[in-house]
């Protein structure tokens, strides 16, 4: 019925499975891992009765641990099993994977990210497609004034002002100062109010946080050509912004 009886089993097994060496002695291996299916038993026996080497994995749900099972055949109705621990190794993999597509300080997705989504969107184009460009205004001048801990609480908080409107998933960092949002969820005059929204709360008192273009196109020809249609229109915003600024100074000084 594809099931095994133990034979015998070592320490490291029973560590393993969180119980002695005598309890695992009476039971059969299936009921060593308390939750999952099953099926991986039958591979194994009929790797054993194929004389044939054979590598499983396996997750047991009740410890939420995850095995590499390596069978080997050892004679007639007998099959070696050599269990390895892979969850450390699982769970390190998943974290450098993390590391690797999110921006640490803001926790948003990243440049690699970024370049994955181009990818994907190119291979399956969207229907219809909002982009946002936001630039940080200043942020070199704030952290050679005040310190970087200054320019990251900019960051911070232009983070937060964009999660109010959009998903995380939505969210870029794709550089010191620069921020993406890409949303294929919204039709255009949701996305158009979300981000007008947006740079309403980009001003703080005189000044205005991070310039911002934005664009939504129905079945865009595009994707890169939407993106820098949306820069150049933040480059506008910026200079706008920094052509109020000058001229409020100077009047301020006469």
């Known amino acids: 019925q594809g099931l095994f009886s133990l034979r015998y089993a070592n320490g490291a097994m029973a560590r393993l499975v969180g119980v002695s060496r005598q309890e695992m002695s009476?039971?059969?291996?299936?009921s060593l891992f308390t939750s999952g299916?099953?099926?991986?038993l039958e591979q194994l026996r009929q790797a054993a009765l194929g004389q044939e080497e054979t590598i499983l994995h396996l997750h047991d749900l009740s410890t939420g641990k995850l095995f590499q099972v390596i069978g080997f055949p050892c004679g007639e109705e007998l099959c070696g099993c050599l269990f390895?621990?892979?969850s450390s190794l699982v769970q390190?993999?998943?974290t450098l994977t993390y590391l690797s597509e999110h921006d640490l300080l803001t926790g948003i997705n990243n440049r690699n990210?970024?370049?994955s989504r181009v990818e994907e969107i190119a291979k399956h184009p969207r229907k219809y497609l909002g982009i946002g460009f936001l630039d940080i205004n200043a942020l070199k001048s704030i952290n050679d004034t005040h310190g970087p801990q200054a320019g990251d609480q900019v960051i911070l908080f232009l983070v937060r002002q964009l999660k109010r409107y959009f998903p995380m998933e939505s969210l870029y960092r794709i550089s010191g100062d620069e921020f993406l949002i890409i949303d294929?969820?919204?039709?255009?005059?949701?996305?158009?109010?979300k981000m007008q929204g947006l740079h309403e709360d980009l001003w703080q008192g005189n000044h205005f946080i991070a310039s911002c273009g934005f664009i939504w196109e129905e079945e865009p020809r595009s994707f890169l050509t939407l993106i820098n249609k949306a820069e150049e229109l933040m480059r506008m915003d910026k200079s706008t912004y920094y052509?109020?600024?000058?001229a409020t100074e100077t009047a301020g000084s006469t």
């Open 84 to 86: 390895v621990d892979e």
């Open 184 to 193: 294929d969820n919204d039709e255009r005059r949701i996305f158009l109010d």
């Open 113 to 115: 990210s970024y370049f």
């Open 243 to 246: 052509i109020k600024t000058d």
């Open 26 to 30: 009476k039971d059969e291996i299936a």
């Open 37 to 40: 299916p099953t099926d991986w």
């Open 92 to 94: 390190a993999q998943e």
